[in-house]
């Protein structure tokens, strides 16, 4: 893959995070994650189309704290993916897209679900849970 903006952006950021006493402990074309004693920060490079879509798509709500853009359920469905993919011992991710599938399995774009799991190869698991969760 050629050297591109994001990269140079997850570079700095790396480095940044490195002066700054971080220690990073994953990184990966996706995701950076860095922790600092009891401080962790998570970073999600969105790169390929379809994360840049997700997040096109946000919506934007107002919260106690301001105007927050959120991703809808079938993408963090694909970011609970994404993050259990990068650490398979994050199983609270796993359990997270069982009750997210389990609570909206009428009103999610299920072409979308399917597209993220294609990603990382694991459309078989998407059907177990499919399954488990009707």
Do not use: W
Not at 45 to 65: C, G
Not at 69 to 96: A, C, H, M, Y
Not at 100 to 113: G, K, Q, S, T
Request: with cysteine; hydrophobic share 40%; net charge neutral.
């Amino acid at each position: 893959m050629a050297y591109t903006a994001y990269r140079v952006v997850a570079d700095k950021i790396h480095e940044t995070l490195l002066t700054l006493g971080y220690r990073c402990i994953h990184r990966s074309e996706d995701a950076g994650n860095y922790l600092r004693g009891h401080q962790r920060v998570d970073f999600l490079f969105a790169h390929r189309p379809i994360a840049r879509r997700m997040l096109a798509e946000a919506r934007e709500l107002t919260t106690v704290f301001g105007l927050m853009r959120v991703v809808s359920t079938e993408g963090l469905i694909g970011l609970k993916l994404q993050g259990f993919i990068n650490n398979p011992r994050r199983t609270q991710d796993l359990e997270d897209i069982r009750a997210l599938l389990r609570a909206n399995r009428r009103e999610l774009r299920l072409d979308d679900v399917r597209e993220y799991f294609k990603i990382f190869d694991r459309e078989a698991l998407l059907e177990d849970l499919l399954n488990e969760t009707e």
